[in-house]
C-alpha cells in the first residue's frame, strides 16, 4: 500500500531533550515536506526536500533540523525542544518538485503530535 | 498579508442539506493550484479537490465541487447532500506556480459540523 508513515505518533518530552520524528514514504517520491499545525493557523511548511542531500527552507525552520541521505526517508529533528514546539506535525510528499496540477498533490502521514513540557 | 483566508472558524449544517465553505487566496502568480482536505478527527488529511488556475472549468468530485470564481479570487468548497460522516476540519490551500519548494500554503480551516 502506498503511503507515508510517522513515528511516533504521540510523544510527549520535556525542554531541550533532543529528538526525532522519523517519515518514511514507498512511492519513490522526490519531494518530501514537514509541517506543523496549529490551531487556527493551518499547516505552516518547516522544511522541504527536493531529492536526495537538497534540503531547504520553509516558512518556519527555527528550531528544526532535517536530512535527506535515502530517498524514502526525510527526518525531522529537534535538538533543543522547546514548548513552543508543541505542535501537531506531519510529513508530506510528491512525486516531483513544481506545479503540475493535481497529479502532484501531496500525501500526507498520519501525523504526530508532540508535547514539550 | 494572509494569502489564504478562510472566514468561517465553524460552521453547522443539517444532515442531507448542501453546505459552502468560503475560500479565498492571493496571489500575484497567473499560474497556481487550489486544494481542499478534510481533516477529520483522527488527525490525518485527506485530499479532496483540485482547481488549477487555468481549469476553465468548476472541479468536481463526486459529492464535492469547487465554486472557482477567479476575477474574486475566491474557491468556495461546495459539499452537497452533508452526512454525519462529513463532521471535519476543512483546509484550503493554494500552490503558486513558481513555487520551487512545492509549498502548500494553507488557510486556518474551518470546523463543520454536521447535525443530524
Known amino acids: 500500500e502506498a503511503q507515508v508513515t510517522q513515528n511516533p505518533r504521540y510523544l510527549i518530552t520535556v525542554t531541550g531533550k533532543k529528538l526525532t520524528v522519523t517519515c518514511s514514504q514507498n512511492?519513490?517520491?522526490?519531494?518530501m515536506s514537514w509541517y506543523r499545525q496549529d490551531p487556527g493557523l493551518g499547516l505552516r511548511q518547516i522544511y522541504y526536500?527536493?531529492?536526495?542531500?537538497?534540503?531547504d527552507k520553509g516558512d518556519v525552520p527555527e528550531g528544526y533540523k532535517v536530512s535527506r541521505k535515502e530517498k524514502r526517508n526525510f527526518p525531522l529533528i529537534l535538538e533543543s525542544p522547546s514548548p513552543n514546539q508543541t505542535s501537531l506535525y506531519f510529513c508530506?510528499?510528491?512525486?516531483?518538485?513544481?506545479?503540475?496540477?493535481?497529479?502532484?498533490?501531496?500525501?500526507f502521514g498520519p501525523g504526530t503530535r508532540l508535547t514539550v513540557l | 498579508a494572509q494569502k489564504i483566508t478562510q472566514t468561517q472558524p465553524g460552521m453547522f449544517v443539517q444532515e442531507k442539506e448542501a453546505v459552502t465553505l468560503d475560500c479565498t487566496y492571493d496571489t500575484s502568480d497567473p499560474s497556481y493550484g487550489l486544494f481542499w482536505y478534510k481533516q477529520p478527527s483522527s488527525g490525518e488529511m485527506i485530499f479532496l479537490i483540485y482547481q488549477g488556475s487555468y481549469d476553465q472549468q468548476n472541479a468536481t468530485e463526486g459529492r464535492y465541487s469547487l465554486n472557482f470564481q477567479k476575477a474574486r479570487k475566491s474557491a468556495n468548497l461546495v459539499i452537497s447532500a452533508s452526512q454525519l460522516g462529513d463532521s471535519a476540519m476543512y483546509f484550503c490551500a493554494m500552490r503558486e506556480g513558481n513555487n520551487a519548494g512545492n509549498m502548500l500554503t494553507f488557510g486556518g480551516g474551518t470546523r463543520l459540523m454536521v447535525k443530524p
Open positions: 508530506a510528499s510528491s512525486p516531483r518538485p513544481g506545479l503540475a496540477g493535481p497529479h502532484n498533490e501531496q500525501f
Open positions: 526536500s527536493m531529492n536526495v542531500e537538497v534540503t
Open positions: 512511492m519513490n517520491h522526490e519531494y
